[in-house]
Protein backbone atom coordinates (compact mmCIF):
# COMPACT_ATOMS: atom_id res chain seq x y z
CA UNK A 1 0.00 0.00 0.00
CA UNK A 2 1.34 3.40 -1.21
CA UNK A 3 1.65 6.14 1.16
CA UNK A 4 1.71 9.67 0.24
CA UNK A 5 3.41 12.34 2.49
CA UNK A 6 2.89 16.15 2.40
CA UNK A 7 5.85 17.47 4.11
CA UNK A 8 5.68 20.71 5.05
CA UNK A 9 9.00 22.69 4.95
CA UNK A 10 9.81 25.83 7.37
CA UNK A 11 10.40 24.09 10.37
CA UNK A 12 9.67 21.01 9.60
CA UNK A 13 12.02 20.01 7.65
CA UNK A 14 14.39 22.83 7.61
CA UNK A 15 15.00 25.41 10.56
CA UNK A 16 13.63 28.55 9.54
CA UNK A 17 12.59 30.34 12.88
CA UNK A 18 10.02 32.93 11.31
CA UNK A 19 10.91 35.56 13.89
CA UNK A 20 14.13 35.68 12.27
CA UNK A 21 13.35 34.62 8.66
CA UNK A 22 10.76 36.96 7.79
CA UNK A 23 12.41 40.02 9.13
CA UNK A 24 15.54 39.78 7.17
CA UNK A 25 13.86 38.18 4.04
CA UNK A 26 11.42 41.73 4.16
CA UNK A 27 14.80 43.95 4.73
CA UNK A 28 16.94 41.89 1.57
CA UNK A 29 13.73 42.21 -0.37
CA UNK A 30 13.31 45.78 -0.06
CA UNK A 31 16.82 46.79 0.03
CA UNK A 32 17.51 45.04 -3.21
CA UNK A 33 14.41 47.60 -4.87
CA UNK A 34 16.60 50.07 -3.29
CA UNK A 35 17.97 51.57 -5.67
CA UNK A 36 15.16 52.03 -7.96
CA UNK A 37 12.03 52.25 -5.45
CA UNK A 38 11.25 53.53 -2.14
CA UNK A 39 11.66 50.45 0.13
CA UNK A 40 8.82 51.79 2.56
CA UNK A 41 6.47 51.61 -0.74
CA UNK A 42 8.07 48.14 -1.57
CA UNK A 43 7.75 46.83 2.16
CA UNK A 44 3.70 47.85 2.00
CA UNK A 45 3.43 46.69 -1.41
CA UNK A 46 4.65 43.41 -0.19
CA UNK A 47 2.79 43.11 2.60
CA UNK A 48 -0.44 43.78 1.22
CA UNK A 49 -0.22 41.66 -1.99
CA UNK A 50 0.86 39.12 0.66
CA UNK A 51 -2.17 38.97 2.58
CA UNK A 52 -3.99 39.08 -0.84
CA UNK A 53 -2.80 36.02 -1.68
CA UNK A 54 -3.49 34.27 1.67
CA UNK A 55 -7.13 34.99 1.12
CA UNK A 56 -7.32 34.30 -2.87
CA UNK A 57 -10.01 31.83 -3.65
CA UNK A 58 -9.57 32.48 -7.03
CA UNK A 59 -9.60 29.34 -9.34
CA UNK A 60 -8.55 30.34 -12.27
CA UNK A 61 -5.29 32.72 -11.00
CA UNK A 62 -2.05 31.24 -9.98
CA UNK A 63 -1.10 33.34 -6.93
CA UNK A 64 1.73 34.54 -8.70
CA UNK A 65 -0.81 36.33 -10.65
CA UNK A 66 -2.95 37.51 -7.30
CA UNK A 67 0.75 38.77 -6.30
CA UNK A 68 1.73 41.06 -9.06
CA UNK A 69 -1.45 42.09 -9.30
CA UNK A 70 -1.63 43.67 -6.41
CA UNK A 71 2.33 44.46 -5.58
CA UNK A 72 3.18 45.42 -9.00
CA UNK A 73 0.66 48.91 -9.82
CA UNK A 74 1.50 50.94 -6.47
CA UNK A 75 4.99 50.42 -7.44
CA UNK A 76 4.73 51.70 -10.93
CA UNK A 77 5.91 48.17 -12.12
CA UNK A 78 5.13 46.25 -15.44
CA UNK A 79 5.49 42.45 -15.52
CA UNK A 80 8.96 42.47 -17.11
CA UNK A 81 10.30 44.80 -15.07
CA UNK A 82 9.14 43.16 -11.44
CA UNK A 83 10.94 39.43 -13.96
CA UNK A 84 13.74 41.23 -13.62
CA UNK A 85 13.92 42.41 -10.30
CA UNK A 86 12.46 38.99 -8.78
CA UNK A 87 14.77 37.43 -10.93
CA UNK A 88 17.19 39.10 -9.73
CA UNK A 89 16.74 39.09 -6.43
CA UNK A 90 16.02 35.16 -5.67
CA UNK A 91 19.16 34.34 -8.32
CA UNK A 92 21.86 36.87 -6.44
CA UNK A 93 20.31 37.74 -2.89
CA UNK A 94 18.07 35.44 -1.22
CA UNK A 95 20.34 32.72 -1.28
CA UNK A 96 22.30 34.94 1.52
CA UNK A 97 19.38 34.35 3.73
CA UNK A 98 20.79 30.38 4.33
CA UNK A 99 22.56 32.30 7.03
CA UNK A 100 19.41 32.43 9.20
CA UNK A 101 17.88 29.18 9.12
CA UNK A 102 19.68 25.89 9.83
CA UNK A 103 19.31 22.12 8.63
CA UNK A 104 16.96 19.78 10.71
CA UNK A 105 19.59 16.77 10.92
CA UNK A 106 16.39 14.68 11.22
CA UNK A 107 15.10 15.92 7.70
CA UNK A 108 17.29 13.99 4.55
CA UNK A 109 17.57 10.83 6.57
CA UNK A 110 13.63 10.75 7.24
CA UNK A 111 13.34 11.38 3.92
CA UNK A 112 15.97 8.84 2.03
CA UNK A 113 14.17 6.56 4.06
CA UNK A 114 10.74 7.14 2.94
CA UNK A 115 12.01 7.45 -0.56
CA UNK A 116 13.44 4.02 -0.14
CA UNK A 117 9.87 2.78 0.88
CA UNK A 118 8.43 3.87 -2.00
CA UNK A 119 6.24 6.75 -0.66
CA UNK A 120 5.30 9.48 -2.75
CA UNK A 121 7.21 12.59 -0.79
CA UNK A 122 5.71 15.99 -1.85
CA UNK A 123 6.38 18.94 -0.29
CA UNK A 124 3.53 21.29 0.62
CA UNK A 125 4.58 24.31 1.76
CA UNK A 126 3.04 27.32 2.07
CA UNK A 127 2.92 28.70 -1.65
CA UNK A 128 3.29 32.33 -0.74
CA UNK A 129 7.47 32.69 -2.65
CA UNK A 130 8.04 31.98 -6.52
CA UNK A 131 9.73 28.21 -7.16
CA UNK A 132 13.45 30.00 -7.19
CA UNK A 133 13.15 30.96 -3.72
CA UNK A 134 11.28 27.41 -2.31
CA UNK A 135 13.53 24.98 -3.97
CA UNK A 136 16.68 27.28 -2.50
CA UNK A 137 14.99 26.20 0.89
CA UNK A 138 14.57 22.48 -0.16
CA UNK A 139 18.18 22.86 -1.02
CA UNK A 140 18.87 24.34 2.36
CA UNK A 141 17.36 21.61 3.77
CA UNK A 142 19.93 19.44 2.43
CA UNK A 143 17.73 17.84 0.01
CA UNK A 144 17.38 17.54 -3.75
CA UNK A 145 14.21 18.97 -4.88
CA UNK A 146 14.13 16.77 -7.99
CA UNK A 147 13.51 14.28 -5.36
CA UNK A 148 10.19 14.83 -4.76
CA UNK A 149 6.75 14.32 -7.46
CA UNK A 150 5.76 17.72 -6.47
CA UNK A 151 6.78 21.59 -4.60
CA UNK A 152 4.00 24.09 -4.08
CA UNK A 153 4.77 27.12 -5.06
CA UNK A 154 3.21 30.33 -6.17
CA UNK A 155 3.87 29.92 -9.58
CA UNK A 156 2.12 26.33 -9.32
CA UNK A 157 -0.92 27.11 -6.72
CA UNK A 158 -4.17 28.61 -6.27
CA UNK A 159 -4.72 28.47 -3.22
CA UNK A 160 -2.29 29.15 0.57
CA UNK A 161 -2.39 27.26 3.65
CA UNK A 162 -4.95 29.42 4.84
CA UNK A 163 -7.94 27.42 2.51
CA UNK A 164 -8.55 23.46 3.02
CA UNK A 165 -8.89 23.34 -0.97
CA UNK A 166 -4.79 24.28 -0.69
CA UNK A 167 -4.72 20.26 0.20
CA UNK A 168 -7.46 19.17 -2.28
CA UNK A 169 -5.52 20.84 -5.10
CA UNK A 170 -2.28 19.17 -4.17
CA UNK A 171 -3.75 15.53 -4.01
CA UNK A 172 -5.12 16.60 -7.43
CA UNK A 173 -2.21 17.50 -9.20
CA UNK A 174 -0.67 14.32 -8.53
CA UNK A 175 -3.89 12.47 -9.39
CA UNK A 176 -5.91 11.43 -6.80
CA UNK A 177 -4.57 8.49 -6.35
CA UNK A 178 -5.95 5.74 -3.69
CA UNK A 179 -4.47 5.39 -0.90
CA UNK A 180 -2.71 5.85 2.71
CA UNK A 181 -2.23 10.17 2.81
CA UNK A 182 -0.38 11.23 5.82
CA UNK A 183 0.51 15.46 6.23
CA UNK A 184 3.45 15.99 8.29
CA UNK A 185 3.54 19.69 9.75
CA UNK A 186 4.80 21.79 12.67
CA UNK A 187 1.60 24.52 12.29
CA UNK A 188 -2.07 23.62 13.56
CA UNK A 189 -3.27 26.08 11.68
CA UNK A 190 -1.78 25.63 8.82
CA UNK A 191 -1.08 22.07 7.88
CA UNK A 192 -2.82 20.20 10.79
CA UNK A 193 -6.28 21.09 11.03
CA UNK A 194 -6.97 22.35 7.01
CA UNK A 195 -5.38 18.85 6.36
CA UNK A 196 -7.98 17.05 8.89
CA UNK A 197 -10.73 18.78 7.18
CA UNK A 198 -10.23 17.56 4.08
CA UNK A 199 -10.16 14.24 5.27
CA UNK A 200 -6.70 13.54 6.18
CA UNK A 201 -4.31 11.99 8.55
CA UNK A 202 -2.07 14.36 10.40
CA UNK A 203 1.12 14.26 12.22
CA UNK A 204 2.39 17.26 14.34
CA UNK A 205 6.09 18.10 14.15
CA UNK A 206 7.08 19.11 17.36
CA UNK A 207 10.17 21.55 18.25
CA UNK A 208 10.82 19.17 21.87
CA UNK A 209 9.15 16.37 23.06
CA UNK A 210 6.10 16.40 24.43
CA UNK A 211 5.53 20.25 24.06
CA UNK A 212 2.25 19.46 22.29
CA UNK A 213 -0.95 19.35 24.67
CA UNK A 214 -3.45 19.96 21.82
CA UNK A 215 -5.79 17.36 22.37
CA UNK A 216 -6.96 18.44 18.66
CA UNK A 217 -3.36 17.60 17.44
CA UNK A 218 -3.47 13.73 17.34
CA UNK A 219 -0.74 11.88 16.61
CA UNK A 220 2.49 13.62 17.05
CA UNK A 221 6.40 13.78 18.00
CA UNK A 222 9.75 15.49 17.15
CA UNK A 223 11.08 15.00 13.11
CA UNK A 224 12.98 12.10 14.62
CA UNK A 225 10.13 10.07 16.21
CA UNK A 226 7.81 10.56 12.62
CA UNK A 227 9.69 6.76 11.56
CA UNK A 228 8.54 5.17 14.23
CA UNK A 229 5.24 6.36 13.94
CA UNK A 230 5.15 5.09 10.58
CA UNK A 231 6.76 1.86 11.13
CA UNK A 232 4.27 0.82 14.14
CA UNK A 233 1.03 2.50 12.51
CA UNK A 234 -1.29 0.36 10.29
CA UNK A 235 -1.52 2.47 6.77
CA UNK A 236 -4.62 1.80 5.93
CA UNK A 237 -5.76 4.13 9.24
CA UNK A 238 -4.41 6.67 6.80
CA UNK A 239 -6.96 6.30 4.05
CA UNK A 240 -8.72 9.63 3.87
CA UNK A 241 -12.39 9.91 3.44
CA UNK A 242 -13.81 12.90 1.73
CA UNK A 243 -17.61 12.60 3.22
CA UNK A 244 -18.12 15.57 5.30
CA UNK A 245 -19.17 19.08 3.95
CA UNK A 246 -15.53 20.93 4.04
CA UNK A 247 -13.95 18.04 1.99
CA UNK A 248 -16.49 17.83 -0.55
CA UNK A 249 -16.10 21.48 -0.99
CA UNK A 250 -12.84 21.62 -1.09
CA UNK A 251 -12.81 18.98 -3.89
CA UNK A 252 -14.94 21.07 -5.63
CA UNK A 253 -13.16 24.43 -5.05
CA UNK A 254 -9.74 23.00 -6.26
CA UNK A 255 -10.90 21.06 -9.49
CA UNK A 256 -10.98 24.43 -11.78
CA UNK A 257 -7.89 25.50 -10.38
CA UNK A 258 -6.07 21.66 -11.00
CA UNK A 259 -7.61 21.83 -14.35
CA UNK A 260 -6.29 25.34 -14.63
CA UNK A 261 -2.89 24.43 -13.64
CA UNK A 262 -3.05 21.07 -16.31
CA UNK A 263 -4.17 23.33 -19.32
CA UNK A 264 -3.71 26.67 -19.28
CA UNK A 265 -0.66 26.60 -21.70
CA UNK A 266 -1.85 23.80 -24.22
CA UNK A 267 -2.04 23.93 -27.88
CA UNK A 268 -4.45 24.53 -29.74
CA UNK A 269 -3.30 20.83 -31.18
CA UNK A 270 -2.87 19.71 -27.53
CA UNK A 271 -6.63 20.46 -26.58
CA UNK A 272 -7.61 18.29 -29.73
CA UNK A 273 -5.21 15.46 -29.98
CA UNK A 274 -6.66 12.22 -29.00
CA UNK A 275 -4.81 9.31 -27.32
CA UNK A 276 -6.92 6.45 -29.29
CA UNK A 277 -9.80 6.21 -31.59
CA UNK A 278 -12.12 5.34 -28.22
CA UNK A 279 -11.04 8.19 -26.12
CA UNK A 280 -12.13 11.83 -25.30
CA UNK A 281 -9.74 14.80 -26.46
CA UNK A 282 -9.00 16.98 -23.46
CA UNK A 283 -11.04 19.59 -24.99
CA UNK A 284 -14.16 17.55 -24.85
CA UNK A 285 -13.16 16.63 -21.61
CA UNK A 286 -13.57 20.31 -20.26
CA UNK A 287 -16.80 20.38 -22.05
CA UNK A 288 -18.43 17.73 -20.50
CA UNK A 289 -17.27 19.23 -16.90
CA UNK A 290 -18.61 22.42 -17.94
CA UNK A 291 -21.90 21.36 -19.46
CA UNK A 292 -22.46 18.53 -16.72
CA UNK A 293 -22.11 20.89 -14.28
CA UNK A 294 -24.35 23.74 -15.67
CA UNK A 295 -27.00 21.19 -16.51
CA UNK A 296 -27.18 18.32 -14.42
CA UNK A 297 -25.61 19.66 -11.25
CA UNK A 298 -27.14 22.21 -11.16
CA UNK A 299 -30.14 20.62 -11.92
CA UNK A 300 -30.16 17.91 -9.04
CA UNK A 301 -29.12 20.29 -6.67
CA UNK A 302 -32.09 22.75 -7.26
CA UNK A 303 -34.70 19.56 -6.96
CA UNK A 304 -33.56 19.68 -3.45
CA UNK A 305 -35.63 22.91 -2.89
CA UNK A 306 -39.30 22.64 -2.03
CA UNK A 307 -39.30 18.94 -3.09
CA UNK A 308 -39.92 16.31 0.20
CA UNK A 309 -37.73 13.30 -1.00
CA UNK A 310 -37.08 14.71 -4.54
CA UNK A 311 -35.92 11.82 -7.69
CA UNK A 312 -33.03 12.77 -8.62
CA UNK A 313 -32.16 11.91 -12.69
CA UNK A 314 -29.21 11.12 -13.97
CA UNK A 315 -28.97 11.76 -17.79
CA UNK A 316 -26.52 9.95 -20.22
CA UNK A 317 -23.89 12.64 -20.89
CA UNK A 318 -22.10 10.11 -23.04
CA UNK A 319 -23.13 11.14 -26.04
CA UNK A 320 -22.88 14.68 -25.77
CA UNK A 321 -19.29 15.23 -27.56
CA UNK A 322 -20.28 14.25 -30.73
CA UNK A 323 -23.49 16.03 -30.52
CA UNK A 324 -22.51 18.84 -29.16
CA UNK A 325 -19.38 18.90 -31.33
CA UNK A 326 -16.86 19.37 -28.70
CA UNK A 327 -13.90 18.95 -30.61
CA UNK A 328 -14.37 22.48 -32.21
CA UNK A 329 -15.13 24.56 -29.14
CA UNK A 330 -12.51 27.07 -27.86
CA UNK A 331 -10.19 25.21 -24.83
CA UNK A 332 -9.50 28.63 -22.74
CA UNK A 333 -13.17 29.71 -23.10
CA UNK A 334 -14.49 26.19 -21.62
CA UNK A 335 -12.09 25.84 -18.91
CA UNK A 336 -13.19 29.70 -17.88
CA UNK A 337 -17.03 28.40 -18.81
CA UNK A 338 -16.38 25.11 -16.15
CA UNK A 339 -14.78 27.71 -13.43
CA UNK A 340 -18.09 29.79 -13.68
CA UNK A 341 -20.40 27.30 -13.82
CA UNK A 342 -18.31 25.38 -10.38
CA UNK A 343 -18.44 28.93 -8.89
CA UNK A 344 -22.37 28.70 -9.10
CA UNK A 345 -22.27 25.28 -7.66
CA UNK A 346 -20.51 26.57 -4.35
CA UNK A 347 -22.89 29.28 -4.21
CA UNK A 348 -25.63 26.84 -4.23
CA UNK A 349 -23.47 24.51 -1.76
CA UNK A 350 -22.69 27.44 0.85
CA UNK A 351 -25.91 28.76 1.16
CA UNK A 352 -27.76 25.58 2.06
CA UNK A 353 -27.89 25.35 5.78
CA UNK A 354 -26.36 22.01 7.46
CA UNK A 355 -30.11 20.47 7.77
CA UNK A 356 -30.21 20.81 4.18
CA UNK A 357 -27.20 18.45 3.48
CA UNK A 358 -29.43 15.62 5.41
CA UNK A 359 -32.44 15.99 3.08
CA UNK A 360 -33.34 12.42 1.74
CA UNK A 361 -33.80 12.19 -1.87
CA UNK A 362 -34.12 8.75 -4.39
CA UNK A 363 -31.55 8.21 -7.23
CA UNK A 364 -31.96 7.35 -10.71
CA UNK A 365 -28.43 5.15 -10.07
CA UNK A 366 -27.85 4.82 -6.29
CA UNK A 367 -31.32 4.29 -5.09
CA UNK A 368 -32.05 5.80 -1.73
CA UNK A 369 -29.73 8.85 -0.93
CA UNK A 370 -29.46 12.03 0.34
CA UNK A 371 -27.98 15.87 -0.33
CA UNK A 372 -24.38 14.66 1.16
CA UNK A 373 -24.28 12.06 -0.74
CA UNK A 374 -25.34 13.66 -4.18
CA UNK A 375 -23.08 16.21 -4.28
CA UNK A 376 -20.43 13.74 -2.68
CA UNK A 377 -20.84 11.91 -6.05
CA UNK A 378 -20.09 15.41 -8.09
CA UNK A 379 -16.88 15.33 -6.26
CA UNK A 380 -16.16 12.05 -7.08
CA UNK A 381 -16.75 12.94 -10.50
CA UNK A 382 -14.56 15.79 -10.32
CA UNK A 383 -11.69 13.22 -9.25
CA UNK A 384 -12.34 10.23 -11.78
CA UNK A 385 -12.30 13.55 -14.54
CA UNK A 386 -8.72 14.98 -12.76
CA UNK A 387 -7.46 11.46 -13.04
CA UNK A 388 -8.36 10.78 -16.64
CA UNK A 389 -6.76 14.63 -17.38
CA UNK A 390 -3.81 13.55 -16.45
CA UNK A 391 -3.88 10.16 -18.11
CA UNK A 392 -4.25 12.06 -21.72
CA UNK A 393 -1.58 14.83 -21.02
CA UNK A 394 1.09 11.57 -20.07
CA UNK A 395 0.11 10.86 -24.10
CA UNK A 396 0.16 13.77 -25.67
Avoid at 71 to 92: N, R, V
Avoid at 94 to 107: C, D, E, I, M, W
Avoid at 261 to 280: C, M, N, Q
Amino acid sequence: MKLTLLLDLDDTLLNTNQDVFVPAYLKALTTNFASHLDPVAVGRALMTSTAVMNQSEDSSRLLREVFEEIFCPPLGLGKDEFDSHIDQFYSKVFPTLQSVTSQNPHAKPFVDWALSQGFRVVIATDPLLPRAATWHRVRWAGLDPEQFELITTFDNSHFSKTHTAYYAEVLGHIGWQDGPVLMVGNDMERDILPAKKLGLAAYLVEAEPGSTSTPEAGPHGTLADLRRYLESTNLASLIPSFKTKEAITAIQSSTPAVMDGLLRRLTVDEWKRKPAASEWTLIELICHLRDTEREIHHMQLKLFNGHEEPFIPRPDTGVWANQRDYLHEDGITSLREFNDARLATLEILKNTPAEGWERKARHAIFGPTNFREVVGFMADHDRMHVQQALSLLKRL
